[in-house]
């Protein structure tokens, strides 16, 4: 078993943070992992993405052409990610910031709104990754749940109202992306 997935969004939005707690999620069940960031010119606003690889061995290449899933929080990143899912994948789209899904038919497309469910939590966007990873957690369950928020539960430990504020924020996400993975499925089965 290997997967493949692209946090992806402008800098500043957290996608290399979700990308790290997946990754260390996987890596604390005895998985193999390859994480790989990539900066655009500018660190804050500019494009940002990275590249998390879990496996079940050895992992032969870091980086992916063509990710299983891909997770864009704004427009740019769905336009260069989003035709770039292998078919059969997943593409999950921060609707918040995004106004247009993918006609694709051949992926599970799943529309989170991420910076309103991080607004009502905590009045900002500043968390909106963090319903992203919960979104992926719940759609695509390779990592499971539980193993991701002993992650949050460890890098949070010391501000127990971010940490409360996190999970919450992350729950609702993993619950809208479970519920979509099963529509999904059940689409495909009737």
């Known amino acids: 078993m290997e997967r493949e997935v692209t946090f992806a969004g402008f800098g500043g939005q957290g996608v290399m943070t979700a990308g790290k707690f997946l990754a260390q999620g996987a890596m604390n069940k005895g998985m193999e992992v390859a ?5 655009g010119p500018e660190m804050r606003g500019g494009t940002a993405y990275c590249t998390v690889v879990i496996a079940d061995e050895p992992v ?8 299983e899933t891909a997770v864009v929080m704004n427009r740019p990143s769905l336009d260069k990610f989003g035709p770039e899912v292998k078919s059969g994948g997943c593409l999950i789209i921060n609707s918040s910031l995004i106004d247009v899904t993918s006609d694709r038919d051949d992926i599970l497309v799943v529309l989170i709104p991420c ?50 504020d996190n999970l919450s924020i992350m729950q609702k996400g993993y619950e809208l992306g479970r519920q979509a993975r099963e529509a999904y499925e059940a689409g495909k089965r009737g």
């Open 115 to 164: 910076n309103q469910i991080s607004m009502e939590v905590v009045g900002t966007g500043r968390s909106a990754n963090m319903a992203a990873l919960g979104a992926y957690a719940g759609a695509v369950p390779v990592v499971d749940y539980q193993s991701i928020e002993a992650v949050v539960k460890s890098k949070f430990s010391k501000k127990p109202k971010v940490l409360e």
């Open 35 to 39: 994480w790989v960031p990539s900066y």
């Open 60 to 67: 032969g290449s870091p980086i992916v052409r063509n990710p």
